[in-house]
């Protein structure tokens, strides 16, 4: 990491490739802060993936090197900017599945060297966590819950790269949950929104779900008996109205879980930042989902918090949070060398997270 001050205007190229999206996109930030998405470009692997029902690791590697040259040039093109006009390059590092973070950083690091450019090698976390700056003015600090289909988090942030964990899943991540959940339906991959739109002719009160570590006294999650108790249920389903009462009551359970657990946590920052503004700050896929937004804006504001969530487009994976983190770093004169890694784990509170596992390792490791 190298440090030189900057106060000049920002034009990032950020470049996502860590999951299933292929992603570039071109964000002026100015010496003020003030932030404008000039071009957000995403190729979508949905039809690739989905006669696997899920990501296949090998075949979103293959196709973040086919589309990224294609995107890139589209939010050039969209920008109506060049190489020559822009000031940084940013791409995700990681974490993420390694074959994707490989190609999209790799791009990142040949722009920076065929332009001359600061590169920086962004936590895809810390992308989410300033996506709801992408089109809001949310000041630091603020405490972010962060769920996705790999994440599960409350997060206090106070500046650029400055995150402590209040809590964290134990088993699987929320957007897992539902896309898991989905699959017992008999739902179609991405299982998230399919599930949300299910649920909506749905009676929440048909089934009773458990309702995990509700008198548990920390800020982790949990959604393995949820999971389990959904698939019990669903397997003695035979009409399309009890699937739709189901995923109702699945959805209910989820968002009154993240909403009583970001409770906990609103409780003990307000203690701890009294008098420096509460914000509650929402991101990641599963923040695209209204059921989920509306108990949470619910909560915030019965803690007098203010509520912040991204725009639909920037909840789930995308480029212009990756170029925000980008500039937002390079505006304080960080940047990374072009041998910066590739990490398929990487938490954003490392410290914490070293300390206190609350996953044991195997498949998703520290980065839930
Ligand atoms: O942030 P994201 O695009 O990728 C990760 O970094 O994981 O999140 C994807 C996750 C998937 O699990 C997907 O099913 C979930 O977010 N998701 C939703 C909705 N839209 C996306 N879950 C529930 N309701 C939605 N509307
Ligand atoms: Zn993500």
């Known amino acids: 990491m190298t440090s030189t001050t900057q106060t000049v205007p920002q034009v990032v190229l950020g470049i996502e490739t860590s999951c299933d999206e292929t992603a570039a996109a071109v964000v002026r930030r100015g010496p003020d802060g003030a932030v404008e998405v000039l071009s957000s470009a995403i190729a979508s692997q949905i039809a690739a993936h989905a006669p696997f029902g899920g ?24 920008a109506g900017v060049g190489f020559e006009d822009l000031t940084g390059v940013a791409a995700t590092a990681g974490p993420g599945l390694v074959g994707g973070v490989m190609v999209g950083l790799s791009f990142g690091k040949a722009v920076a060297l065929a332009r001359g450019l600061p590169l920086v090698a962004v936590n895809h976390l810390e992308g989410h966590a300033v996506s709801a700056r992408l ?17 599960c988090q409350l997060l206090a942030v106070d500046g650029v790269g400055a995150c402590r964990r209040l809590g964290s899943t134990i088993d699987d991540a929320a957007g897992e949950a539902f896309d898991k959940i989905a ?56 009409t399309a109205v009890e699937r739709a009462d189901l995923a109702a009551a699945v959805q209910a359970a989820i968002a009154s879980q993240l909403a009583e657990r970001s409770n906990r946590a609103m409780a003990a920052y307000a203690v701890a930042h009294e008098g420096r503004g509460l914000r509650f700050v929402v991101a990641g896929g599963v923040a695209a989902n209204r059921a989920v937004r509306a ?74």
């Open 135 to 151: 089109a809001s003015e949310v000041d630091y600090p603020f405490l972010l819950l962060l769920v996705s289909g790999g994440h």
């Open 295 to 368: 108990r949470l804006q619910a909560t915030a504001e019965a803690r007098g918090f203010s509520f912040t969530a991204p725009p639909l487009a920037y909840c789930t994976d995308n480029a212009a949070m990756i170029a925000l983190a980008g500039a937002e770093r390079l505006a304080l004169g960080i940047s990374d060398p072009l041998d910066a890694p590739a990490r398929p784990r990487w938490p954003l509170d490392e410290a914490a997270a070293n300390a206190n596992p609350t996953h044991v390792p195997g498949r998703k490791g520290a980065k839930a």
């Open 55 to 78: 990501v296949v690791p090998e075949i979103a590697a293959r196709a973040h090197v086919e589309s990224i040259d294609g995107i890139a040039a589209r939010a050039l093109a969209d």
């Open 183 to 238: 699959k017992t339906l008999g739902l179609p991959y991405p299982g998230g929104p399919a599930l949300e739109a299910l649920a909506e002719r749905g009676d929440a009160e048909r089934f009773v779900l458990p309702r995990m570590l509700l008198g548990r006294k920390d800020c982790d999650f949990s959604f393995s008996g949820l999971k389990t108790a959904a698939a019990r249920i669903a397997e003695g389903l035979t």
